[in-house]
C-alpha cells in the first residue's frame, strides 16, 4: 500500500459511503481496473474510522439531541426517531454478519458489481420520480422497517448503503433532504458495527503512514460528502447520480465481458 494508493482509496471511500453510488463497490473495482494488490482488511479499519469520524462530527448535535430524549421518559419525536434508527439498523447488521464471508468473496465479482450499479440506479430513478410529500417526523416504525430492510440489501457491492436506503425512502415519499438524513443517521451505528467487526485484524505494526492517510482523507472527504448532499438535494434531484451508475455499470459491465 503506498501513500498516493491510501489517498485515493480514502477519497473514494469519503465520497462513496454518503453519495448514492457505493464505496464497496469503488474500493473493489479501482483495484481490479488498475491492478493493484489488494489494500486488505487492516486498511479497511482505517477507511471506516474515517467515514465514521465524519458523520459523528456532522451529526453530533442531532445524536446529543436524540440520546437525550430517549432516555427521558416523556414521549416525543425525537425519542421516537432515534428507536426507529435503532429498529432500521438490526437487518443491516443481521446480514452483514451473516453475509460477511460472501460478502469478501463472491459479491465481489465485476460484473456482479456492474449490473447492481445498474439495477440500483434505475430503482433510485423510479424512487425518485415520486412526490415529496413527507418529512422526517411524520416517519412511523413500518417506514423504520423497509428502510432497515433496504439497507441489508448493501451488503451486495454496488447497492450503496446509501443508495438503497434512500431510495426506499423516497418510495415511501420523504423529501430528498430528509430522505438523505435519515440514511446518514442510520450510517452511524452501522459504519461502527463494521469497523468494530474488522478491529480485530488491526495491530499496533499496521498502523502506518498509508493507514494514517486512508483514515485522514476518508474522514475529511466525507464530510465533504455529507454537506454537499444536504445542500445539493434542497434543489436538486437524484439524476445526476442516476446517470453515474448507468455510466459506470456499463463501463464495468464491458471491461468484465471482455475478460480484464
Do not use: C
Not at 471511500?13 to 479501482?30: M, R
Not at 440489501?153 to 435519515?182: C, H, K, W, Y
Request: hydrophobic share 55%; glycine share 8%; proline share 3%.
Amino acid at each position: 500500500m503506498t501513500v498516493l494508493h491510501a489517498l485515493i482509496l480514502g477519497i473514494v471511500q469519503g465520497l462513496g459511503e454518503f453519495l448514492p453510488i457505493s464505496s464497496s463497490a469503488h474500493l473493489v473495482l479501482i483495484p481490479w481496473l488498475f491492478g493493484w494488490e489488494d489494500p486488505g482488511l487492516t486498511f479497511d479499519v482505517a477507511l471506516h474510522m474515517g467515514t465514521l469520524l465524519a458523520v459523528v462530527l456532522y451529526f453530533w448535535n442531532d445524536w446529543v439531541r436524540l440520546i437525550r430524549a430517549a432516555l427521558r421518559r416523556r414521549a416525543s419525536n425525537d425519542k421516537r426517531i432515534f428507536w426507529y434508527l435503532i429498529v432500521a439498523t438490526i437487518p443491516g447488521g443481521l446480514f452483514g454478519l451473516a453475509l460477511e464471508k460472501k460478502a469478501e468473496t463472491i459479491f465481489r465479482s465485476p460484473l456482479l458489481i456492474g449490473t447492481m450499479m445498474i439495477v440500483m440506479g434505475i430503482l433510485l430513478y423510479l424512487a425518485d420520480r415520486k412526490r415529496q410529500l413527507r418529512k422526517m417526523d411524520t416517519m412511523t416504525l413500518a417506514d423504520a422497517v423497509w428502510i432497515g430492510l433496504s439497507q441489508a440489501l448493501a451488503i451486495i457491492p454496488g447497492v450503496s448503503r446509501s443508495g438503497s436506503t434512500m431510495t426506499m425512502a423516497r418510495f415511501l415519499d420523504l423529501t430528498r433532504e430528509d430522505a438523505a438524513r435519515f440514511s446518514f443517521l442510520m450510517s452511524t451505528p452501522i459504519i461502527m458495527g463494521a469497523g468494530l467487526l474488522k478491529l480485530r485484524h488491526l495491530t499496533m505494526a499496521s498502523i502506518n503512514l498509508p493507514f494514517s492517510v486512508g483514515v485522514i482523507s476518508s474522514f475529511v472527504v466525507g464530510i465533504l460528502s455529507i454537506s454537499f448532499l444536504l445542500r445539493y438535494l434542497r434543489t436538486s434531484n437524484f439524476g445526476l447520480f442516476v446517470g453515474y451508475r448507468f455510466l459506470i455499470g456499463i463501463v464495468v459491465i464491458g471491461f468484465a465481458l471482455a475478460g480484464h
